[in-house]
Structures are given as C-alpha cells and as structure tokens.
C-alpha cells in the first residue's frame, strides 16, 4: 500500500494547540492562505478541455469507481467521532480532494492511500476549527453535509452558504428549519450559516417539505448524538442514503427505516470509529451504460451495482437497447439495433435520476422519432441543451419539458460544459459526434468522474485531454 498524501499534517505547519490569541490569529491568516493557493490551483486547471473524434463504437471493460456522492457524507460522518475512520473505495475526483482540504481546516487528519486501492483514514480528535470557510464551500455545496455533524459533535458550526453547480437553486431551508426543530439557534451573517445548541440536541419529529437528499443526510447524522429520539419523514431513499445509514450504524448508531420514507433515530451519547467501503457509483455506471449504447458498442460494466440502476435500465430496454445482467456487480450493453425514442420523466429514487437526464438526452439525439424529457428536480438543468443544439441536435425547451428530435448526425464543434453532469452529456455526444469536439470548462466532470479521460480509451474511444499549458 503506497501512501499519497496526508491532509491535515502539512496544512497546518503545527500540531500543539495554541494557546495565546496572537498564536491563533497567525494560524487562522496561515489556514486561509493555503486555502487561498489551493483556489489559485484550481482556477489554473479551469483552463483544461477535451477533444474528442467521435464516431467509434467503443468495446471492452469498464470498471466502475466508488461513488462520490457515498463518499462525501462518509467523511462528513467522521467528525462524529474522536476515534480513526477508515474509509474503502474512495474514487479519485477533486470533490473528495476539497473535502479532505475542508476536513484539515477544521483540525481533522486525513490520510491518503491509493494502492491497492483509494482508502481514507480520517481522524478527527479534536475539532479546533467548527467552520467550512467559503474559499472551499463555494466550490462544493455537498460541504453543507459538515453542518450537522459539527453542531451535534460540537455543539455549534459556522459554514458558508454553498455553491457549486449552476444548475438551479437547492436551498438549505430545509437543513435550517430541522436543526431548529431540535435545539439549535441559527443565525445568517455575512453570507455564512451560524449555529449554537445549548447542550445536546434534543430528538423531534421532522417532516421534510421536500424531498432533499444532503438534508435526509444532514439531519439523520446530527440526530445520532441528539437526546431522544428523532423521526425523519418524507426522506429520501437514495441508495446512498442507505450505505449512510449502514456506516453509522457501524459507528454504534441506533436507526431504524432505511430504505423507506421514514427513519427513526435514537439518539446515543457518542459514537465510535469504523471501517467502511463506500458502494459503486450509479451515475459512473449509467454514463457508461449509454456510452455504450450511443456508440453502437459492446461494452462489460463491472463493479457496479445493477440493483440501483433499475430505471436507467428499464428506459434504456424501452428504447431498444439490448443490457444483460452477468452476475450481482457485472452488466453487459450493446448497441441497439434501432434505437426508438422513449419519453422519460427525473424524479426521486427509486425513479429515473436527474443526475442521468443530460446523459439521456444526448442518447435521445440518435432516436428515431420525438423523446419528450420533463425536469422535475431541479428548474435549470438544461443548460447542456443548446450546447448540443450547436453540434446540430433538434431540441425545443418549454420550461421543463425539452423535446429531442432524432435521429440526428451530430457534427463535432466547441462545446462548454455547465456543470458536472452537462459534462458528461457533451463527452457522449462527442462520441458519436462526426468530426472533433473541443469541451471546454472539463473542471466540472474532474469533481465526479474517476479518470473518464482513461476509462474511455481503454475502450477505443478517441479523446485526450488538453492542459491550460497545451501539454
């Protein structure tokens, strides 16, 4: 086992508690400094593209990475206890670097390993540091996922409001309200979130609005260390849901429900370290599912889990696209020898997942006949549509139903991606795209997909990345 790096050590250039205030104000300056360089890298990588040939069928073996969005309230979870977290399966993307940078800003140490395969160890004894400062926030909103599990370890947090993708509004009301419900006094200044409880959080009885995935995950890992016990309606029941619930529960949590829209947690005075391996990432493996079908390929997807794709595979069949299941983690798809427009609606899962609806429409590009695709998550996620629309697509938006009008002979041209799945959307229609696709703005699908740049050349797809430098 080769170690990579270690948050948290060299971030902070000591590691004795510093007693005068002079000392923590020159620490605090030094924190933000280095978070300050950290964005300045950042930005200098903004400037990478993809191009890509398209027009070849891609064929082999894929292996499907961990799924980053386990990953992130994973390591969020680990703050909840003194003790080492280990952490399984972690893939490689700049979501996870972020967090492991915000992680250190708070004290916690996070080490690296990434053979024989990604692991974290996270240890988080002390938390000199309660704050998610906006320099790395802005980046990332799934760092909102730190706000509970600092106040219920804590007892109080200061986290900037999030930012991240473009792709409409998720407003942390929810989260707010919750958290108020059991205890705690929260206050908004200057663009942060500020949040004290009185001694522990007290259990309650929360009835979710809506449906929030990062708010099911918030609450449910404050209320492990509330008083009482706390009942979460109207949650979400995302798979990644569940391996939280099934992390925490290692860690000596008490929760009952998962897998239903209603979870009841009894509160525990502290909870202890873990080893845990987070599950395949879903929208990794459907990404390649349609790549495979949208080339007219014949592609194995191994390391997946076929029991959280059913929608996806499901529309994917309606729409005559041939997908065999080869044991419990492996799925085989091929080109479809007609490929027949299939509407398609996102909804919650276990429904068919927004976080696949750009992916489909570049696939519904290749359909014969009118695809009719209604957004009910959220109300922006169309940017990607008149990218596409400029490598010649027929596609017609009407709030949030979009018509797609195939088949079309795409032709390659310079795309910009707008969030992170948008970007997965072009790299597919580059692939079946006649000519060279430039991507621009590729920093987006850095955040969520493990080495897509490899994986898609191992298969015979023809895409390199250009660094800023033109290397």
């Not at 003790?83 to 893939?91: A, C, D, F, Y």
């Not at 992390?247 to 008490?254: F, I």
């Not at 949208?294 to 005559?320: N, R, W």
């Not at 079946?432 to 997909?449: C, K, L, N, P």
Request: aromatic share 4%.
């Amino acid at each position: 086992m080769r170690h990579r790096e270690i948050y948290g050590g060299h971030w902070r250039n000591n590691t004795k508690r510093q007693s005068s205030n002079d000392e923590f104000a020159k620490r605090k300056k030094r924190d933000r400094l280095q978070l300050a360089a950290y964005r300045r890298k950042l930005a200098r990588e903004c400037m990478d593209k993809f191009l890509i040939r398209g027009g070849k069928a891609l064929r082999g073996t894929v292996a499907i990475s961990g799924a980053k969005n386990s990953a992130l309230p994973a390591m969020a979870a680990a703050l909840l206890t003194a003790e080492p977290v280990t952490l399984h399966n972690i893939p490689k993307v700049r979501d996870l670097t972020t967090m492991s940078k915000l992680l250190a800003f708070m004290d916690a140490k996070v080490s690296v390993t990434e053979f024989p395969a990604s692991d974290y160890v996270i240890e988080a004894p002390t938390l000199n540091h309660a704050e998610a400062p906006y320099e790395l926030v802005k980046t990332m909103r799934a760092s909102i996922l730190t706000l509970g599990p600092l106040i219920a370890r804590k007892g109080l947090a200061r986290v900037s409001l999030p930012g991240g993708c473009a792709i409409g509004a998720r407003p942390i009301d929810l989260h707010l309200s919750a958290l108020e419900k059991m205890g705690v006094e929260i206050t908004t200044s200057h663009g942060y979130i500020e949040a004290r409880v009185k001694n522990r959080l007290r259990g309650a009885r929360i009835a979710f609005e809506k449906i929030t995935v990062t708010g099911t995950e918030n609450i449910l890992m404050a209320a492990t260390l509330a008083d009482g016990e706390t009942i979460l309606e109207n949650v979400a029941r995302e798979p990644e849901i569940t391996d939280l619930i099934t992390m925490l529960r290692k860690m000596g949590a008490h929760i009952s429900g998962d897998g239903t829209s209603t979870l009841r947690v009894q509160g525990v005075s502290e909870l202890h370290g873990t080893e845990h391996r987070v599950i395949p990432d879903r929208i990794e493996a459907g990404t390649f599912l349609i790549a495979g079908a949208i080339t007219g390929g014949d592609l194995t997807i191994t390391h997946c889990a076929p029991e959280h794709l059913g929608s996806l595979i499901a529309k994917l069949q309606a729409a005559g696209v041939p997908i065999e299941t080869i044991n419990k983690c492996t799925l085989r798809v091929r080109g479809a020898t007609k490929l027949a427009a299939s509407d398609m609606t996102t909804e919650e899962y276990p429904g068919f997942a927004t976080d696949m609806q750009a992916q489909y429409m570049a696939l519904a590009t290749q359909a014969e006949g009118a695809s009719v695709i209604t957004e009910t998550i959220f109300e922006n996620r169309y940017l990607h549509a008149s990218e596409i629309v400029r490598m010649g697509a027929h596609i017609s938006i009407d709030g949030r139903t979009a018509v797609v009008r195939g088949p079309t002979e795409l032709s390659g041209s310079t795309v910009q991606a707008s969030d992170l799945r948008a970007s997965a959307g072009l790299v597919l229609a580059g692939l079946v795209a006649s000519g060279e696709t430039t991507i621009e703005r590729v920093y987006h699908i850095d955040r969520g997909y493990e080495g897509i740049v490899e994986k898609l050349q191992a298969v015979g797809a023809d895409i390199v990345r250009v660094h800023a430098s033109g290397s």
